[in-house]
């Protein structure tokens, strides 16, 4: 095996590790809210992820000009560290169980590393996966991307193999363990600094470019709703909470199915027209569940809502990492700041909106127009062609 398929292996494998990591604490969150564990109220597990978002926002803006100065392997190595710090603390915390008085700050911090670390790895991995498919940018991002969300759904699945609640700890343990060992890998890899992550003495940030930050921070509105409300949003419809979640389940499942084709398929097809009517399709099957909302289609419309959304966000890092090669890294940077924004603020205003059901959906429709009219008007004369 050569070097470059070893260094694609761990590096890919860092990106599902990072989606691990990432959702140790929501994955955490019956123990955290266990009377006899940690006893957190559902107002303090809520404010709990505040300090990740601003982390993360904060990390992946800075992220571009650390690994300007610095380089990849410094930037993802340091990432890497802050969440084995915050995991290692938070296994550590088994220890300290009973002194409840203070677990709340503690925690508070150990998610601001988790979110400092995740941002700072993330967007430094969005390039360094690019740097290696030299002519297959966007799909290296693609797949990447669909590996990260693998992780996320398997910090939850390693708390339910673990059964009782009070064994907790082996989660953030087993997680810290892999993590260590493929990072140990990482460090004796050569990672060339390159061209590829270099910024320019003096740059300005193209109009472009705000383009497809405005239409990632709306894209990302759009996720938070259906990540973090989309179960409520299927109850509203008429389903139990079984099925509620199941619905959930097949959002994410569409998502990541859709990233991992994308990313395959881009290979031999072009496939720049079905990205630029991805949005369009997510309207029109919003609008769909808004004014037809049969009980017997809602599973099939969370899927396929999940399927064409899958490519937008991944796919416009991959669009602007061939539209702007002289800046590749800062775009991984400032769409990745993007769509925590939009997640970050839409989980923390929807909570009061959350009998207006009707209402949230006419908006993510009016969302999803909004997106489609920016990629049609970034396409004139742009190299999306390339991209996809």
């Not at 472009?208 to 996720?223: D, M, R, S, T, V």
């Not at 769909?288 to 049969?294: A, F, G, K, S």
């Amino acid at each position: 095996m050569n070097v470059k398929r070893i260094t694609i292996i761990v590096i890919f494998l860092l990106a599902f590790l990072t989606g691990v990591n990432f959702v140790i604490f929501p994955a955490l969150g019956t123990a955290f809210t266990d009377p006899s564990l940690f006893a957190l109220s559902s107002s303090q597990f809520g404010n709990l992820f505040i300090p990740q978002v601003i982390c993360i926002i904060i990390s992946c803006l800075a992220a571009p000009f650390l690994v300007n100065k610095w380089g990849p392997k410094i930037i993802l190595t340091f990432g890497v560290l802050l969440m084995l710090i915050s995991t290692g603390s938070l296994w550590i915390l088994h220890y300290f169980i009973e002194a409840k008085s203070s677990l709340f700050s503690l925690l508070m911090i150990m998610v601001a590393f988790t979110g400092t670390g995740f941002g700072l790895s993330i967007t430094t991995l969005n390039p360094l996966a690019a740097s290696l498919f030299e002519k297959e940018n966007s799909s290296a991002i693609l797949i990447l991307q669909f590996l990260v969300g693998l992780g996320t759904s398997t910090s939850p699945l390693l708390m339910n193999l673990i059964g009782d609640v009070k064994n907790w700890m082996y989660v953030p343990g087993s997680i810290f363990i892999a993590v260590s060992a493929v990072l140990m890998a990482f460090l004796f890899l050569k990672i060339e600094k390159g061209t590829f992550f270099n910024l320019p003495a003096h740059f300005k940030i193209s109009d472009k470019l705000w383009i497809f930050f405005i239409a990632i921070i709306l894209y990302g509105c759009i996720e938070g709703t259906f990540g973090s409300f989309g179960g409520i949003i299927l109850k509203n419809k008429g389903l139990d909470n079984n099925a509620a979640n199941l619905g959930l389940s097949l959002f994410w499942g569409g998502v990541a199915l859709n990233r991992l084709l994308f990313g395959i398929l881009s290979k031999r097809w072009n496939l720049s027209s079905f990205f630029l009517v991805s949005p369009l399709c997510v309207g029109i099957l919003l609008f769909i569940l808004l004014v037809y909302p049969n009980i017997n289609i809602l599973l099939l419309m969370m899927f396929l809502i999940g399927f064409f959304m899958g490519s937008i966000f991944p796919g416009s890092i991959g669009w602007g990492t061939i539209e702007f090669p002289a800046y590749s890294v800062l775009v991984s940077g400032f769409l990745m700041a993007a769509n925590q924004i939009g997640t970050g603020t839409v989980t923390n205003i929807l909570g009061h909106f959350s009998n207006h059901i009707s209402f949230i959906l006419g908006i993510l429709i009016l969302l999803m127009l909004v997106i489609s009219a920016l990629f049609f008007y970034l396409k004139r004369g742009s190299k999306i062609k390339d991209a996809f």
